[in-house]
């Protein structure tokens, strides 16, 4: 099987499907021609598989072009409205080489080039007056939907990598990292709909479109934010939401998570209105990944000691959204370092059956020399046990990201 995610924003209710949708592990949840006549049944779907998907092979004509369709809508920079109402009918008609050639970030022949996407997204966020930011933060978010989804536990290891060594880009890259975690916690163990997913990650790469560039100058300053970048750090929220409203987003959902992503109510997550939920999901990724990463007066914090901050509420209680942000990554997520039992320092790889057994890779012996051979290493082994989660600046050691992905 070639299984793609399914974008269910424009999901074609009422109209037989032309392909069976299947679970990630390609289950079949809907067989070819059957009928989903409301969000409802859709949601009912998402809550039992967490993503819904495609096989390529099943109906390749009509896959490959409703995948593609979403792609051609944003070169010719429609709008967002425009683009949720694209329509099946249109899709059927295209051809298979036509709808391959149009949807390159898609439907992928090729692993990400995650270097590539960090470069696009700072580009990207640090220009949000263009008259094209809308159209090219889609397809960035559709883009991130899909690896999140194909390739968790890669995707994990690139941006957490890249977050806890990155200052030049710091904006960017922290963006993103939020972006998969809250749609990773949101689809997968909050399960909440396919808007307030979408939302959550929508408003994780757009929460600081107000202050990027001032973001990225502090993440490399070594003295406090003077008078008037403290003025500017009041008002980023409301500057990016008003960003996002003069480029024609009125979802309330995305609009109310940025305007709350630094002050969202706490408690338990049932009891809020939608956008507030989003907005303190948002909070505690974003709380997460800014003590992950460095600053030019500190390094970066070890992976454990930044989810104690996410894990628990300003009154010390657990915190319902940090909890479902820890158990999506595990508690030594995937590009973190950790300490085994035999002294050995190793970098987490793939997250394992339970949060604190992931599949890890030994760089450094037990003498804290680098090894001369990357050793896998299986973690439920007591031998091989987690001890401590290890800061990524006790770690001198150099390696290719592409030769760890390939680990994994």
Known sequence: MKLTPLDLHNFPFG???????????GILLAATGFVVNTRAQLD???????????????SPEQARAFMGQLDDLVRKEHTIGQIAAAQMTSAQRSTPGEAQERSPGLVRSEPPD????QLRANALLRNPEASDFLPRLQRLHLELQSLSAEQPDATLFALIHFGAREVEMYSATHA?????????????????????????????????????????????????????????????????????????????????????HHAPPS???????????????????????ARLAPRFT???????????????????????????????????????????ANNETAIVLKRGRTGTTPKAAAVLNRHGAPLGEIATRDTSQAMFKVMSSVAHREVKVQFALDRMLNLI
């Not at 008037?228 to 008003?242: C, D, F, L, W």
């Not at 338990?268 to 989003?278: C, D």
């Open 44 to 58: 009912a779907m998402v809550a039992r598989a967490g993503v819904l998907c495609i096989d390529l092979a099943d």
């Open 267 to 289: 408690g338990k997550l049932a009891a809020m209105e939608p956008s507030l939920r989003v907005a303190r999901l948002l909070e505690r990724a974003d709380i997460f990944a």
């Open 298 to 340: 500190r390094g970066a914090l070890p992976a454990a000691a930044a989810m104690r901050g996410t894990y628990f509420d300003a009154e010390h209680r657990v915190d319902e959204a940090g909890a479902s942000l820890i158990t999506a990554m595990g508690v030594y997520p995937p590009g973190s370092f950790v300490k085994l």
């Open 114 to 117: 995650w270097q590539e996407i």
């Open 15 to 25: 109209k037989s499907l032309p392909f069976a949708l299947r679970t990630r592990d």
């Open 176 to 260: 993103l990292l939020v972006a998969v975690i809250c749609g990773m916690a949101a689809r997968d163990h909050l399960h909440w709909e396919p808007a307030m997913i979408a939302a959550a990650a929508q408003a994780a790469l757009t929460m600081n479109i107000g202050m990027t560039m001032l973001q990225d100058e502090l993440a490399r300053q070594t003295t406090p934010p003077n008078e008037s970048q403290m003025a500017t750090i009041s008002v980023h929220a409301a500057a990016s939401e008003k960003l996002l409203e003069r480029h024609g987003v009125s979802d309330p959902l995305w609009l109310g998570a940025v305007r709350h």
